[in-house]
């Protein structure tokens, strides 16, 4: 999965089932090993509802497992770390938004209000 996809471990918050749930990266902070991921289908998602419930229980990046703390990004903040994707990779952000429906006027301030609607979670790794 390298650096552009994670896997994470969470219980079903009703089931207590385990679910393994691969996620695009959106962003990092490196210097925290803190890895973002955003809720394409956003705040209903069953992994991001399962999350909200403290079910997280492993995150996997590459071959390593590891124990992890999870935050979830205010709309202002989850519009930066948007920004850095869009920037990094324009085509992709582009075919995504029209997959979930969304888009924005190119301005911060529409970026952050579309944000509102999409969800991003921060796993720092232990």
Known sequence: MGNQFIMIEHLGRKSGTLYRTVLEVVGRYPDKDE????S???PKADWYRNLQAGTLQAVWVGSKRSDASVRFLDAEESGFVFHGYETAHAKTASKLMKLMGVSYDGTE???VE???GIPIVSFTLA
Not at 35 to 38: C, D, G, I, K, Y
């Open 35 to 38: 890895w973002m991921v955003a």
């Open 114 to 116: 579309m944000m509102r």
């Open 40 to 42: 394409g289908t956003g």
């Open 109 to 111: 301030d529409g970026r």
